[in-house]
C-alpha cells in the first residue's frame, strides 16, 4: 500500500537518447528478462520458424500476437534472424519495443483522509504503479482480477489505433470476471504525453485502480524544451469515505452522488512531498483523476510554464494557477528559483460552495527550513468567465515536433472541409422517479452484450443506430441504447450545449480533437466565425461551462466503436454516454484489426468463436 509519495525528482529523469526504451519500464512491472524485453515484432511473426506465402497470407495485426519466446538456441535465434527478414519483407516496423507487465487487481486497505477504508490496489500500491513507455511501444499488461467484482481497465487518452478492443470499456470489452485475466494488447501509437488509467466498471474508479501513463517523445523527435531535471505525476482529485459500493448503490437507487469529503494529490490530502535541486527545472504532469469537481493547481511563489496538454505541445505561457477539469491532464515547468526552504503545492476544488483543499510539499535539497506562511489561495471569487479565459489561452505549438517528425501545425484543420456538425445537450433527467443523466433526451443503458461484439457477429437487438435526436428536441428523456454511425475519415464539428448550473466535461476515446471555441449563452452558426482555426489546442476532454457552450473539430480517423461520455463519472454510470461506429466498407488490417483471439465474450456473443 502507498498511501503517501516521497519523490526525490532529480533521481527520476526523462528518458532520453540511448537509455530512452530501457528507462520506460513502469514500476510495478513483472520482472521479464533483458533479452524478452527487446524482443522484436518480427521475432513474434514465427515464433516456430514456421512461414507462409506472402501472397496467401495478408499481414496479421501486430497486437493478435503469442508471448514471446526466449532465445535459448542457436536455432531460435536463426529463426529469429529468418522471422526479421520476412517481418521486413511485409513492411513490420521491427523497432518498436514490447513492454511486458502483469498487474493483479485486489481489495487492501488504505487510509487517504485519515480514517480506514477498502481500498483497490494494482499491485499492493495506491494509486496504482506509473506507467512509463515511449512513442510506438507495444504494451502488454497481464491484468488479474482478485476482486469481487467484474473489472476492466480503460487507458484515458490513449487512441488505441485500429484497436478498439483493448478500449477497456463495457460497450467495447467483455468486464474480467473474479478470479479471471484478460491480457490486453496495445500500441501507444504516434503519440506523446500525460495520460491516465482507471477502473471503467461501476463506480470502481471511486475506490483506486487508477493511476499514471506516460509517454515518451521518441529520442530522434525533439521536445520544444530543455531536458527537465526529473519529472513527477501528480494524480489529484476528490474522494469520498463511503465505500465504492455503498455510492454504486446510491446511484442505483435513483440519488444523486453526495459531495466528496477531500481532495487527494497522490493518494493523499497532505502528505506529498517533492525534493529537488535549486536553479534545476522540473517537469510536473498534473491530472484531475476525480469523480465531480474541477480543481485549480498552483505552487507558492514559483509560476508554472504549461508545455503539454493531453499529448500537445502548448505555446509556452506562464501561470500563476491553473485550472483542471475532470478527466483532464497537463504539464507544467517549475523552475526553483526562489529562496531555498519548504514550499506548498496546493490543490483546491472550484465553484463549489465548499472549498476543498489538498497540499504537499515542493523541498529544496539545500534547505532546513520548512514551509512559512498561509497556503496560497486561488483564483477566490473568479468564476468561470475567468476560467474560460484561461483555456482560451491554451494553444497549440505549431512550430514543435509531434510524436511524428513534423510540427504540429502541419496538419491545417482550419482549412478542411466538415462532413457533418451534431448538438449535444447534457440534461439532468428523471425517469420512473430515478436519477439519470441524458444526452438529447436519451439516457444510456449499458447492455450485457458490448457493443462492439454485437456489431462484429451481427447480433440484433443490443443496440440503436443513430437512436438520439439530432439537434436535441423537447420531448422526455428516455432510456435507450444509440450508437451514432460515421464515416472513416469524416471530419466533424461537435458542439457541446450545458443547460445546467454545473461544470460538465466530454471525453472522447480513440481519438483527440481540437477545441476551437467556448462561449456563453446559446451558440448559433454565426459564432463559427469566432472560432480558433489557426492553433487551437488538441485534447481527449473537453469542459463546457454552465448556461453555455464548447464546441471541437474531430478527424474521425480511427476505425472502431468509441465511447464519447461525460468525465464525471456519476453522470457517466447514470446515462450521460454514447458511442460513435466509425466505420468502412474496406476491410483491411490498414484501417482496423480483427477481435483478438484471447477477447472474452458475455451476454448474446457467449459460446461464440473470437
Not at 465548499?354 to 510539499?361: P, R
Not at 539545500?366 to 468564476?383: C, K, M, R, Y
Not at 450545458?498 to 467556448?518: M, P
Request: glycine share 8%; with cysteine.
Amino acid at each position: 500500500m502507498q498511501s503517501s509519495v516521497m519523490a526525490v525528482l532529480s533521481t527520476s529523469p526523462v528518458p532520453r537518447r540511448h537509455d530512452a526504451r530501457m528507462a520506460c519500464m513502469a514500476n510495478g512491472a513483472s520482472s521479464v528478462t533483458q533479452q524478452r524485453a527487446n524482443a522484436s515484432r518480427a521475432a513474434l511473426w514465427a515464433p516456430a520458424c514456421t512461414f507462409f506465402p506472402l501472397k496467401s497470407r495478408p499481414a496479421p495485426p501486430p497486437m493478435a500476437l503469442p508471448s514471446p519466446p526466449h532465445p535459448s538456441s542457436t536455432m531460435t535465434l536463426l529463426c529469429g534472424a529468418l522471422a526479421f527478414l520476412v517481418a521486413a519483407a511485409l513492411g513490420v516496423g521491427a523497432d518498436d519495443p514490447y513492454r511486458y507487465f502483469t498487474w493483479t487487481v485486489t481489495y487492501g486497505p488504505i487510509s487517504p483522509l485519515g480514517a480506514p477504508q477498502q481500498g483497490i490496489l494494482i499491485d499492493g500500491q495506491f494509486p496504482g504503479p506509473r506507467l512509463d513507455c515511449v512513442t510506438n511501444d507495444n504494451i502488454i499488461i497481464n491484468v488479474i482480477n482478485q476482486i469481487d467484482e467484474p473489472l476492466l481497465l480503460t487507458w484515458n487518452g490513449i487512441k488505441q489505433r485500429k484497436n478498439s478492443w483493448q478500449d477497456g470499456v463495457l460497450g467495447t470489452n467483455c468486464p474480467i470476471p473474479p478470479k479471471g485475466n484478460f491480457t490486453y494488447k496495445f500500441q501507444t501509437k504516434d503519440q506523446i504525453g500525460t495520460f491516465t488509467y482507471f477502473p471503467s466498471t461501476g463506480l470502481q474508479r471511486a475506490a483506486g485502480g487508477f493511476g499514471a501513463f506516460n509517454v515518451y517523445s521518441r529520442p530522434r523527435i525533439p521536445v520544444p524544451y530543455g531536458p527537465p531535471a526529473g519529472d513527477f505525476s501528480l494524480l489529484v482529485g476528490d474522494w469520498h469515505k463511503t465505500s465504492h459500493k455503498a455510492l454504486q448503490q446510491t446511484l442505483d437507487s435513483g440519488g444523486p452522488l453526495p459531495f466528496p469529503d477531500g481532495l487527494l494529490i497522490n493518494g493523499a490530502e497532505k502528505t506529498s512531498s517533492f525534493a529537488g535541486d535549486q536553479g534545476k527545472t522540473y517537469l510536473l504532469r498534473v491530472s484531475n483523476v476525480g469523480l465531480m469537481t474541477s480543481i485549480n493547481f498552483r505552487v507558492q511563489s514559483h509560476k508554472m510554464k504549461l508545455v503539454e496538454v493531453e499529448g500537445s505541445h502548448a505555446l509556452q505561457n506562464d501561470y500563476d494557477s491553473l485550472d483542471v477539469h475532470v478527466g483532464q491532464s497537463l504539464s507544467v515547468l517549475v523552475t526553483l528559483d526562489q529562496v531555498p526552504r519548504d514550499y506548498y503545492i496546493v490543490a483546491s476544488t472550484r465553484f463549489t460552495r465548499k472549498v476543498l483543499v489538498a497540499t504537499g510539499v515542493l523541498h529544496y535539497s539545500n534547505s532546513d527550513s520548512g514551509l512559512a506562511g498561509p497556503v496560497p489561495e486561488g483564483p477566490g471569487t473568479a468564476g468561470f468567465h475567468w476560467s474560460m479565459l484561461q483555456a482560451r489561452t491554451f494553444r497549440w505549438n505549431l512550430t514543435a515536433s509531434a510524436a511524428r517528425p513534423n510540427p504540429q501545425g502541419s496538419y491545417r484543420y482550419g482549412n478542411i472541409t466538415r462532413t457533418r456538425s451534431i448538438d449535444l445537450a447534457n440534461s439532468a433527467a428523471v425517469i420512473s422517479g430515478k436519477q439519470r443523466y441524458a444526452v438529447n433526451g436519451v439516457s444510456f443503458v449499458v447492455p450485457d452484450t458490448p457493443l462492439k461484439l454485437a456489431d462484429n457477429f451481427n447480433i440484433t437487438g443490443v443496440f440503436t443506430w443513430d437512436g438520439i435526436p439530432i439537434p436535441p428536441g423537447a420531448a422526455p428523456a428516455v432510456l435507450g441504447t444509440p450508437v451514432l454511425r460515421f464515416n472513416l475519415h469524416d471530419f466533424i464539428e461537435v458542439i457541446f450545449h450545458n443547460a445546467e448550473n454545473t461544470t460538465q466535461t466530454w471525453h472522447l476515446d480513440g481519438h483527440d480533437f481540437w477545441v476551437v471555441g467556448y462561449g456563453s449563452g446559446r451558440w448559433t452558426p454565426d459564432l463559427r466565425k469566432r472560432y480558433n482555426s489557426i492553433d487551437a489546442i488538441t485534447r481527449h476532454t473537453v469542459q463546457v461551462y454552465p448556461g453555455g457552450w464548447s464546441a471541437i473539430l474531430v478527424s474521425l480517423d480511427n476505425q472502431g466503436t468509441w465511447n464519447l461520455r461525460s468525465a464525471m463519472w456519476a453522470r457517466q454510470y447514470q446515462g450521460q454516454q454514447l458511442y460513435l461506429r466509425v466505420w468502412t466498407s474496406e476491410k483491411s488490417y490498414s484501417n482496423e484489426y480483427d477481435i483478438p483471439h484471447n477477447a472474452l465474450l458475455c451476454g448474446k456473443a457467449s459460446g461464440l468463436h473470437a
